[in-house]
């Protein structure tokens, strides 16, 4: 049937690809995918051929108008990343948003992300997570952003790459304090690894070893239970005694 399609591709082993995804992929009158050559590439290694146009953060104001012009005409239009999944840290949302404001239909097949494959390995609680994409790349900015999640009571998942890693576990110590982490490097890759530890011990490990090569994902455990509520107390007791209740109104 006609419409946008959200497709996964894998994230490192072509395996990961699913049948119902290279099936629309198969069908598309046009793939949308970041970089031509990248899914070019992925095509010929399911034996497929189908028209690819380039959408991305360059020129993704220019080309959504050609997509959604395409879909009024009733055509199958796939969209793809370089690997993952569309609109997790990669284009697309605005896309979805304008084809739900014109009732065009859209749908899902999904498949491998970073982000899930990481959280399923790090061996922290799963129960609630806070995806935060990737993190300012300068420490200053990097610790406000990290100040924004220290009180988040769930798991905070990032994208991180090698050369900043070691900055970010120091930061991550600094400002989110003692708690466990996992790094998930080259995830379904030939090497492929999880290390796992205190934040502190993580940051002195790369800040030793040095920017690690491949792609990467830091996992963080929520803080420590009680935590966060004795912090909250501890703020509200010292507001109720210098009887500055309108500070937080
Ligand atoms: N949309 C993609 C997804 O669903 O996973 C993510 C795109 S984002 C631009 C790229 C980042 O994802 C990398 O910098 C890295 O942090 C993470 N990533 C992608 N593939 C990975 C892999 N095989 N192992 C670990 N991290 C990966």
């Known amino acids: 049937a006609s419409g946008l399609y959200i497709v996964a591709t894998p994230i490192g082993n072509l395996g990961d690809m699913t049948v119902r995804g290279r099936d629309i992929l198969a069908e598309a009158d046009l793939i949308a995918c970041e970089d031509t050559r990248v899914t070019g590439k992925l095509l010929s290694a399911f034996g497929l051929k189908r028209p690819l146009l380039a959408y991305n953060d360059h020129n993704a104001d220019k080309v959504r108008p ?3 012009e395409m879909l009024r005409a009733r055509r199958i239009v796939a969209l793809v990343s370089d690997a993952g999944t569309p609109l997790i840290s990669d284009p ?9 404001a014109e009732g065009l239909p859209v749908t899902a097949a999904p498949g491998a992300s970073a982000l899930l ?27 406000g952003a990290l100040g924004e999640l220290a009180a988040v009571p769930a798991t905070l ?15 991550m110590a600094a400002v989110l304090g003692a708690r466990e982490g996992a790094v998930a490097r080259e995830l379904t890759k030939l ?8 934040l502190a011990e993580l940051a002195a490990h790369y800040a030793e070893m040095g920017g690690p090569k491949g792609e990467i994902v830091v ?3 929520p803080p420590p239970a009680g935590e966060t ?11 109720a005694l210098s009887g500055n209740s309108t500070r937080d109104a």
Request: one cysteine or more; a positive charge; glycine letters at 10%.
């Open 229 to 239: 509520a004795a912090e909250d107390l501890d703020a509200a007791l010292r507001r």
């Open 92 to 100: 697309g949302y605005k896309l979805v948003r304008d084809c739900v």
């Open 191 to 198: 090497f492929e690894e999880v290390r796992r530890g205190p």
């Open 219 to 221: 996992i963080v455990g």
């Open 117 to 143: 494959a990481a959280l399923t390995l790090a061996g922290l609680p799963t129960d609630r997570f806070l995806f935060a994409g990737f993190l300012p790349p300068k420490s200053a900015a990097r610790r």
């Open 66 to 68: 050609k997509l959604l």
């Open 157 to 171: 998942v990032f994208y991180e790459t090698g050369p900043r890693l070691a900055g970010s576990l120091a930061d």
